[in-house]
């Protein structure tokens, strides 16, 4: 019974984070201002701050429902935080919504229930710490690709929103190194590696989001960095943790890729919206 009452709590959480990232995206004007601060700045600050706050809330009701639901069941619910922000970004952004925006984000729905669902039990395995330092090192040197101003804003909006899913993956990759390296002794943590490794990514994740918002659509970076996220710790599964997916999960994976590649390519090029033929965009 309470299992059943605890479903609404992460569709709640991740409503709250994705529209905590479709207001930051509205607000993310106020960043990089230069010379006298004027009311435009300070409405783009307060909406980017109340958009930071609601991020930081969705996992009040994650952890609630984690009480009683399987944390593969909890992350499932992802899918929906996809729908809140396609539906937000049209209302709220301004975002020109295709028809294949939506058919596409339903199989991202779809791909993101089946892999969580189909996921096994996991059992303890050594980390195999060669992968978790060149699974550690990919969303580092992508960002840093990012960085680079030769190439296109577009691209570079899109390498930023990649190098902050990955990292938003490693957060969840080096959370599970904690607790199987050391359990839920929490004094422990303070002299493993991995909790500086989640630190850093969480930092790194914030900054390359920011960075991508202030280059990209929030049609073609949210469901990169969402995707990406949710992807990048099923792969790290099994490189670091010896983890085996069923051949739907991988089936789920390709539709993931395909359903994302489908919206970048559709977005509107003749309103300049595309993510690679965006010219106007802050270098």
């Known amino acids: 019974m309470m299992a059943s009452l605890s479903v609404p709590l992460p569709v709640l959480a991740y409503t709250l984070l994705s529209t905590g990232l479709v207001l930051q995206k509205k607000g993310i004007g106020w960043i990089g201002t230069r010379g006298k601060k004027d009311t435009r700045f300070y409405r783009d600050l307060f909406t980017w701050v109340a958009g930071f706050g609601l991020m930081n809330l969705y996992i009040v009701p994650n952890a609630a429902a984690l009480r009683f639901l399987a944390p593969h069941i909890v992350a499932a619910m992802a899918g929906w935080g996809v729908i809140v922000l396609v539906a937000l970004s049209s209302f709220i952004l301004k975002e020109r919504v295709r028809v294949s925006d939506i058919s596409c984000t339903a199989i991202i729905v779809a791909a993101i229930v089946v892999l969580n669902l189909l996921e096994r039990a996991e059992t303890d395995a050594a980390i195999r710490t060669t992968f978790m330092a060149a699974a550690a090192a990919i969303p580092l040197l992508i960002g840093a690709a990012a960085a680079l101003r030769m190439l296109r804003p577009g691209i570079r909006s899109l390498l930023f929103a990649w190098a902050s899913g990955l990292s938003?993956?490693?957060?969840?990759?080096?959370?599970?190194?904690?607790?199987?390296?050391?359990?839920?002794?929490?004094?422990?943590?303070?002299?493993s590696p991995y909790l500086y490794l989640y630190l850093m990514f969480s930092l790194t994740a914030f900054i390359t989001l920011q960075a991508s918002y202030r280059l990209g659509d929030m049609m073609a970076v949210g469901p990169v960095q969402y995707t990406a996220?949710?992807?990048?710790?099923?792969?790290?599964?099994?490189?670091?943790?010896?983890?085996?997916?069923?051949?739907?999960?991988?089936?789920?994976?390709?539709?993931?890729?395909?359903?994302?590649?489908?919206?970048?390519?559709?977005?509107?090029?003749?309103?300049?919206?595309?993510?690679?033929?965006?010219?106007?965009?802050m270098t």
């Open 168 to 191: 938003t993956g490693m957060i969840i990759v080096t959370v599970k190194a904690l607790v199987a390296a050391h359990g839920f002794e929490i004094a422990l943590y303070l002299d």
């Open 229 to 281: 996220a949710i992807l990048y710790p099923v792969l790290c599964s099994v490189a670091v943790f010896g983890n085996h997916l069923h051949f739907l999960q991988w089936a789920s994976l390709f539709l993931l890729v395909a359903a994302v590649t489908g919206i970048l390519r559709w977005r509107d090029r003749r309103e300049g919206t595309h993510p690679l033929h965006s010219r106007d965009r």
